[in-house]
């Protein structure tokens, strides 16, 4: 079982940062991929950035290449997504999630992750 939680949502203004973390706890061992996901209201939710833990691979979609870069501590187990250039259309609840399915080298529309871990989320809104 592995336990997500998110921080660091807030709001920002139209080309401003933030930077958006993700505590992992529980049995966190081994290689995986984890990842970034966001929702915004009446829309569909969507893959944001993937990290592979064992090598640090990354994969992003295009709308967030970039722009977003996410890392991961080791140390820490804890993971995060930082987000230059923000836009308005950013504007979305962002959540955590591992044990997720290999995205592609470029995160599709549509990827859902089938991730079997998910975090609660915290709210990201982009002012214009």
């Known amino acids: 079982q592995v336990h997500l939680v998110e921080s660091g949502g807030g709001s920002v203004q139209a080309g401003g940062s933030l930077r958006v973390s993700c505590a992992a706890s529980?049995?966190?061992?081994?290689?995986?991929?984890m990842g970034w996901f966001r929702q915004a209201p009446g829309k569909e939710r969507e893959g944001v950035g993937i990290?592979?833990?064992?090598?640090?691979?990354?994969y992003y979609a295009d709308s967030v290449k970039g722009r977003f870069t996410i890392s991961q501590d080791n140390a820490k187990n804890t993971l995060y997504l930082q987000m230059n250039s923000l836009r308005f259309e950013d504007t979305a609840m962002y959540y955590c999630?591992?044990?997720?399915?290999?995205?592609?080298?470029?995160?599709?529309?549509?990827?859902?992750?089938?991730?079997?871990?998910w975090g609660q989320g915290t709210q990201v809104s982009v002012s214009s």
């Open positions: 999630a591992a044990h997720c399915s290999y995205p592609g080298r470029v995160i599709p529309e549509g990827y859902g992750g089938d991730c079997r871990y």
């Open positions: 990290i592979y833990t064992g090598g640090g691979s990354t």
């Open positions: 529980g049995y966190t061992y081994g290689s995986y991929y």
